[in-house]
Nanobody
Framework: QVQLVESGGGLVQAGGSLRLSCAASGSDFSIGAMGWYRQAPGKQRDLVATITSGGSTNYADSVKGRFTISRDNAKNTVDLQMNSLKPEDTAVYYC??????????????WGQGTQVTVSS
C-alpha cells in the first residue's frame, strides 16, 4: 500500500507565506505526476498545481506567480510554497500522486488533507 502524508498547513495572515509538504511511502511503486488540490467549504476540489516526474509544472491561474510547486524524486516528496496568501486561498489542501505498481496504473492516491486558513 502507498500512503501520502501531508504537513505544513495552518493559520496565516493575508500576505503571508506557508509551505506544504507531502511524502509518499510504501513499497514497490513508482510515481508519475504529483500535485496539490484544494477544496473550500461547499465547493468542489480544484487543481492548484501539478508537476511531472521530469519537472514540468502547471498552475491554476489564481495562484500563478504566488505559488511554486517542487518535488524531490529521490525522496518521493512534493512541496508547495505559497506566498502572498489571500483569504480566498483558505481551503483544505490535498496532495495527489499518480502511482504505478509495476506495469499497472496509474492509480490516483490522495493525502488526508491539511487546512490552510488565511485571515484578512
Amino acid at each position: 500500500q502507498v500512503q501520502l502524508v501531508e504537513s505544513g498547513g495552518g493559520l496565516v495572515q493575508a500576505g503571508g507565506s506557508l509551505r506544504l509538504s507531502c511524502a509518499a511511502s510504501g513499497s514497490d511503486f513508482s510515481i508519475g505526476a504529483m500535485g496539490w488540490y484544494r477544496q473550500a467549504p461547499g465547493k468542489q476540489r480544484d487543481l492548484v498545481a501539478t508537476i511531472t516526474s521530469g519537472g514540468s509544472t502547471n498552475y491554476a491561474d489564481s495562484v500563478k506567480g504566488r505559488f511554486t510547486i517542487s518535488r524531490d524524486n529521490a525522496k518521493n516528496t512534493v512541496d508547495l510554497q505559497m506566498n502572498s496568501l489571500k483569504p480566498e486561498d483558505t481551503a483544505v489542501y490535498y496532495c495527489n500522486a499518480r502511482i504505478f505498481r509495476g506495469v499497472r496504473g496509474p492509480y490516483d492516491y490522495w493525502g488526508q488533507g491539511t487546512q490552510v486558513t488565511v485571515s484578512s
